[in-house]
């Protein structure tokens, strides 16, 4: 006979997580609107003058 694996640690903390079936339509919103109002954060400081220009000048150096 075969002896069966013991789960590794990795493992059983993976099953206890998965214990409910998935989100609910409310925690999906709240995910949404999350990940929505990271992006426009991310969005508002990758434009803004600091970061262009030396995202610009990173790029240049890189180039040259």
Avoid at 19 to 24: A, C, I, L, P, V
Avoid at 35 to 45: P, R, Y
Wanted: a positive charge.
């Amino acid at each position: 006979m075969r002896a069966i694996a013991k789960p590794s640690w990795g493992g059983r903390f993976a099953s206890r997580m998965r214990g409910e079936s998935g989100m609910s339509t409310a925690e999906y919103a709240i995910g949404t609107l999350a990940a929505v109002a990271f992006a426009g954060v991310l969005l508002k400081v990758l434009t803004s003058g600091p970061v262009q220009s030396a995202l610009q000048s990173l790029v240049e150096r890189a180039l040259s």
